[in-house]
């Protein structure tokens, strides 16, 4: 399988999708808007798969890969 969908606990994600061919995380917002994450590797969307608080561990890897603001 190349793609897999996570549900997140939150009022402005509404889910993220891996893929694994890309290595690409993508986040869908409540609002419509999608926003892609690029050079994830599989482990490390498996580690945000198993945690026990995955939109934080989503808002950290962002911001540590990406720069992406808080607000």
């Known amino acids: 399988m190349s793609s897999h969908v996570l549900f997140l606990s939150s009022k402005q994600i509404s889910y ?3 893929n694994e061919m890309n290595h ?3 986040a869908r917002y409540a609002t419509g ?3 892609s994450f690029s050079s994830i590797s599989l482990n490390t969307f ?3 798969l198993h945690s026990e608080n995955r939109y934080d561990d989503f808002v950290r890897l962002t911001q540590a890969k990406h720069g992406v603001p808080t607000s």
């Open 33 to 35: 808007e999608c926003r």
């Open 24 to 26: 690409e995380l993508v």
């Open 46 to 48: 498996e580690q945000l």
């Open 16 to 18: 993220l999708t891996y």
